[in-house]
């Protein structure tokens, strides 16, 4: 070893957060678990396209979800339920080749997973083949722990999502705050020990009493991930238009607004048709002789 060369206790240190830690390579579910152990709080974002996961990755955000959220946000529909495998494996793809860092996760969309844990093993593969992320995620407690074990066992990473479950809007009859009273909340605990038990590295809590998800987030030994669901839990997630202010209308109570990009993009839109119109675009700068 050189002079110049780090220690392998001076390593370990550089490795010891999930901010500001290892650069070198993508984040893995052992970084997350580490970050529990610790206490460290980290953040989540989805992300549909290489230039925006690129934006996120470069300002250290750890982990990436390719949500089926897209479906809102960016394909036009009123609910996560049309979207497909086809449109998570692009859109997935396209963010792992636009991040170097960042551990991403891939959302299984409606009707992927539920038929069969065969079936969830079968588009599982797809996303960690044809996309090339580092895990998966899929919704339900009790009644998807078969299918997260059987991707465990295939070495295939696995978040699960529970609370408020986007994809069965139609079932729930909306998007309602999920564990309230005691045969809910004893409901939730078990789901969430049962994807634990199933092998699932983290768990997100979507709609949840905060002083219910903090209980889960005690009781379990991997991380939670908060959606609407307090400040107790070890990690938390936003969809990005809606962090970034892109999203028209009311957006959800458990949203931060982080920026305005709906109205810089406006004005420069604005902006952009005054100068056509006016004929001061091109200007010589811009024009080739």
């Not at 809910?184 to 092998?199: C, E, I």
Request: with cysteine.
């Amino acid at each position: 070893m050189n002079a110049s060369s780090p220690s392998p206790a001076q390593n370990q240190a550089s490795t010891a957060t999930l901010y500001g830690g290892v650069t070198n390579r993508r984040v893995t579910v052992r970084d997350l678990s580490g970050a529990k152990q610790r206490g460290e709080k980290w953040s989540m974002l989805t992300a549909y396209d290489a230039l925006t996961a690129g934006v996120f990755d470069e300002a250290g955000t750890p982990v990436l979800l390719v949500g089926d959220s897209a479906g809102n946000c960016h394909l036009g529909y009123e609910t996560t339920v049309p979207v497909t495998m086809d449109q998570i494996v692009m859109l997935a793809a396209a963010v792992v080749r636009g991040t170097k860092r960042a551990m991403i996760v891939a959302d299984l969309p409606f009707g992927s997973y539920q038929e069969s844990p065969a079936q969830a093993m079968h588009n599982a593969v797809r996303l960690m083949k044809e996309a090339g992320v580092g895990a998966v995620k899929l919704e339900g407690g009790e009644r998807s722990a078969r299918a997260i074990e059987l991707l465990v066992e295939a070495g295939i990473p696995v978040m699960a999502h529970i609370g408020l479950t986007p994809q069965s809007v139609h079932a729930l009859g909306g998007y309602p705050v999920q564990g309230r009273g005691d045969e809910a909340a004893h409901q939730l605990l078990r789901d969430a020990k049962a994807v634990q038990q199933a092998g699932a590295f983290a768990v997100v809590l979507e709609a949840v009493p905060a002083e219910l998800a903090a209980r889960v987030t005690e009781q379990l030994a991997v991380p939670t991930v908060g959606i609407g669901a307090g400040a107790d839990t070890d990690a938390q997630v936003l969809v990005w238009t809606d962090m970034a202010g892109m999203t028209a209308g009311r957006v959800p109570k458990f949203v931060k607004q982080y920026a305005d990009l709906r109205a810089v993009l406006g004005e420069a839109a604005r902006e952009f048709a005054a100068d056509v119109q006016s004929g001061t675009f091109p200007a010589p700068e811009h024009t080739f002789h």
